[in-house]
């Protein structure tokens, strides 16, 4: 059973190599602007605007000329604060709330989201590579 299992995980990953010949680098930026930050998450930017007014977690820098620059931490709480809202169905008072009681443990939670959105779309790609 032992050489089965390690002649499958041999396979799997020489598949893997022949699929992804090198590691692709995510570009992470400092900074996102406001309309960067409404095409990922496809939203007006007035939505942005009023969650930014609405929640204390969203504290996005100001260049000189008024320009909203948003950074990652501001782009992983944006995430947090549309799966609350859009997908667990949270109002905006019931949102505040949760942040402001289980900030840590809902960064947490999006973490974990993230990471297992990224391997489905990882095994998807090695699945329509096969």
Do not use: W
Not at 2 to 10: S, V
Not at 52 to 63: A, I, Y
Not at 64 to 89: A, C, S, V, Y
Request: net charge positive.
């Amino acid at each position: 059973m032992y050489r089965f299992l390690t002649a499958f995980r041999n396979d799997i990953v020489f598949i893997l190599h022949l699929c992804m010949p090198y590691k692709e680098r995510e570009i992470s930026k400092l900074y996102y602007t406001m309309g960067e930050v409404a095409a990922m998450f496809d939203v007006n930017t007035s939505l942005i605007r009023f969650y930014e007014k609405e929640f204390d977690v969203l504290k996005p820098k100001k260049n000189k000329k008024g320009n909203r620059l948003f950074t990652p931490e501001d782009i992983e709480n944006l995430k947090i604060i549309f799966h609350l809202i859009r997908d667990k169905g949270y109002t905006l008072q019931g949102a505040k709330d949760h942040l402001k009681n289980n900030l840590g443990e809902t960064k947490d939670n999006q973490r974990v989201i993230d990471s297992l959105e990224n391997l489905k779309k990882f095994l998807l790609e090695v699945r329509d590579q096969l």
